[in-house]
């Protein structure tokens, strides 16, 4: 299912935040280490390249249920959502680089709250999408993914770009899917994702920018708390119902 990756991707970057500021909707405007490794583990990263991990990556999402699903098939798939969203992206720095000029403006505490937050947020709106990835799905069934190689971006070779292609021929869909990634204690995090040149980051700043400018940063907090809440409380109701 490495078709999967796309509408995950797209769910995260254009789903997530359908605030609704004063009739506007955002969602339609569009993520030296501290200590040091050990030689086996330096000699893993230098291993494995940026493109494999986003290979690595797709194939992870081979073990995601779509169709009816049973209560634990459903908590498998929560499961892998926040496998994938902790260990393979790398939210602190979506969330630094989407807050721009606003991230030093907050304390520790704040920064470290507001990442809290927005992994929080990744994670129930993932599990939510469960019934569109499953719709979208349906085109997946002869597709190809093209892996285009990946190229640094830094002299350290601690930053990369790994260019992909989706084609599903039977839909007419031609899908640029691209990563930026940056290594992390010997492995290679995901922290923006450009869709047809739409940037995760890019959409989540215009987002949280315009949000700060208007109303403080604190009103941006509470929006995302609400949001966070709302969802949680409609996964519990959905719960209950069916139980």
Do not use: C
Not at 19 to 41: C, H, I, P, Y
Not at 83 to 89: E, S
Not at 181 to 207: C, H, M
């Amino acid at each position: 299912m490495k078709y999967l990756i796309v509408f995950f991707v797209l769910v995260l970057s254009f789903s997530l935040f359908a605030f609704d500021v004063k009739g506007e909707n955002l969602a339609a405007l569009a993520q030296e280490t501290a200590a040091k490794r050990s030689d086996a583990v330096k000699s893993s990263a230098l291993e494995k390249t940026p493109t494999k991990a986003i290979q690595e990556l797709d194939e992870m999402l081979d073990d995601f249920h779509i169709g009816k699903l049973t209560p634990k098939q459903e908590e498998e798939n929560r499961e892998l959502k926040r496998k994938i969203i902790h260990g393979t992206f790398d939210i602190r720095e979506l969330s630094k680089l989407s807050l721009a000029k606003h991230w030093n403006e907050i304390s520790i505490e704040e920064q470290n709250r507001f990442v809290k937050l927005l992994t929080d947020l990744l994670e129930e709106k993932a599990i939510f999408s469960k019934e569109q990835l499953a719709a979208k799905s349906k085109m997946a069934k002869k597709y190809k993914v093209i892996y285009k190689g990946h190229t640094f971006s830094d002299a350290k070779k601690q930053h990369s770009y790994v260019r992909t292609k989706v084609i599903v021929p039977s839909e007419n869909i031609d899908i640029t899917l691209n990563y930026k990634l940056k290594r992390q204690d010997g492995e290679w995090k995901i922290f923006d994702v450009i869709v047809d040149n739409a940037s995760l980051i890019e959409n989540y700043r215009y987002q949280f920018d315009s949000i700060i400018k208007k109303h403080g940063y604190p009103d941006l907090v509470r929006r995302m708390t609400e949001k966070l809440e709302e969802i949680r409380a409609k996964r519990r109701n959905t719960n209950s119902t069916e139980g």
